[in-house]
């Protein structure tokens, strides 16, 4: 059974700065994606930030240059480094793992709140 748990989230002022974690457990084929997805009120999920295996990330252009995913030194961690946070940027985010088989998990979501 894989499980994803993220931590990190918060209430911060715009301009600041969060760091969002999330571990995978389980049994987790070594080619695998992780990435972050957000969800704001009203808006459908859209994607943040994807890291392969191999370190390659990928970004969403509204968060390129604000944001860094990176790939923890413990197996199938990662966290995600938010700087110059926006008010737009208030979201629940939702850690999400691709495995080998393309059968994908989620976790249950942490909520991000940046005020102006």
């Known amino acids: 059974q894989v499980q994803l748990v993220e931590s990190g989230g918060g209430l911060v002022q715009a301009g600041g700065s969060l760091r969002l974690s999330c571990a995978a457990s389980?049994?987790?084929?070594?080619?695998?994606?992780m990435g972050w997805y957000r969800q704001a009120p009203g808006k459908q999920r859209e994607l943040v930030a994807l890291?392969?295996?191999?370190?390659?990330?990928n970004y969403a252009d509204s968060v390129k240059g604000r944001f860094t995913m990176s790939r923890g030194n413990a197996k199938n961690t990662v966290s995600l480094q938010m700087n110059s946070l926006k008010p737009e940027d208030t979201a629940v985010y939702y850690c999400?793992?691709?495995?080998?088989?393309?059968?994908?998990?989620w976790g249950q979501g942490t909520q991000v709140t940046v005020y102006s």
């Open positions: 999400n793992l691709v495995v080998l088989s393309n059968r994908d998990y």
């Open positions: 389980g049994s987790i084929s070594s080619i695998n994606v």
């Open positions: 890291i392969a295996s191999d370190g390659q990330t």
